[in-house]
């Protein structure tokens, strides 16, 4: 758009850098408190080590997204979609106060989940995938961003929003999640009704969730066994869902 001046001017243009372009892009960062490595046993026995990812691992899983979002099933597209561009927010800096956790069996990635800062109060829920089924893997990814979320992070409330029949029950229903008014208050994912857990909520009961659900809590004491076993990541071959 343009305007004519409302006053004789020196000149006529302003070059502008891009690094300040940037600096009005990308918002002030937040501390973002470290998530501490945490193991956990899945169903079938194997153990699922829990990290933050690493900027190293964000090339090989958009590979492996680009295949997961064409898999037509259980809401695996539209989650893998937006998941991929959540990713690839990382490395363009076009994310608030992100948190992104990896779940690896034996340096096999097995499980996903993310979630960002709004504000000192409220962190939001992203998404949660399980890329190796009917072991549980996504229950202890959704616990794992909460528990970043309520515990670490300090915020007092965390909004959720579900876009697949699974997602619900494994968070929504079982965690026993209240909803925002709709249409007033409306989740960044497609404008869906917001799910939440405020940190009384979650002090007085929900907490115990992975032990009521799973059978055991996270361990932050992670043995030097199990970080050596996943110490070189990996995606799995093909995205058989
Ligand atoms: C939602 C999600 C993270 C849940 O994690 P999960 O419970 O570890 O995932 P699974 O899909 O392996 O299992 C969920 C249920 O699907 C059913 N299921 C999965 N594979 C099945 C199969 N081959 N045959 C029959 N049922 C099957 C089972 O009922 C299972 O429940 P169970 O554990 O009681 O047996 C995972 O389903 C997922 O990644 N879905 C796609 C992405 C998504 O929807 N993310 C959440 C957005 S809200």
């Known amino acids: 758009m343009r305007l004519e001046p409302p006053t004789p001017v020196s000149f006529e243009e302003i070059k502008v850098n891009v690094r300040e372009i940037e600096a009005l892009l990308q918002a002030p960062p937040m501390k973002m408190p470290k998530w501490p490595e945490a193991m956990i046993t899945l169903k079938d026995g194997r153990t699922l080590y829990i990290r933050e ?22 809401f695996y597209d539209i989650v893998g979609v937006r998941v991929y561009g959540e ?13 992104t956790l990896l779940g690896l069996v034996d340096g096999e990635l097995v499980g996903f989940a993310n979630g960002r800062a709004f504000d000192k109060d409220i962190a939001i829920s992203l998404h949660t995938m399980a890329f190796s089924r009917r072991v ?11 528990y970043y979320a309520l515990e670490l992070l300090g915020a007092k409330e965390w909004w959720s929003t ?5 997602g619900w029950r494994m968070a929504g229903l079982e965690m026993a999640q209240p909803t925002k008014p709709w249409p007033q208050f409306q989740h960044e994912l497609g404008g869906a009704r917001i799910y939440y857990l405020t940190k009384e909520a979650w002090d007085a009961g929900v907490k115990d969730y992975c032990k009521q659900m799973i059978g055991e809590d996270l361990n932050f004491n992670v043995t030097d066994e199990v970080r050596k ?4 990541f990996r995606v799995p071959d093909t995205a058989e869902l």
Do not use: C, H
């Not at 690493?54 to 979002?69: A, N």
């Not at 549980?136 to 909460?146: E, F, I, L, N, V």
């Not at 579900?162 to 699974?166: A, N, R, T």
């Open 53 to 74: 990812i690493q900027e190293s691992d964000i090339p090989p899983l958009l590979g492996y997204l680009e295949k997961v979002m064409k898999v037509e099933k259980d």
């Open 229 to 232: 076993a996943n110490a070189v």
């Open 87 to 99: 990713v690839l927010s990382l490395v363009r800096k076009r994310i608030k106060d992100p948190f």
């Open 162 to 166: 579900f876009e697949s029949y699974s």
């Open 136 to 146: 549980r893997a996504g229950w202890p990814m959704y616990y794992a961003k909460t």
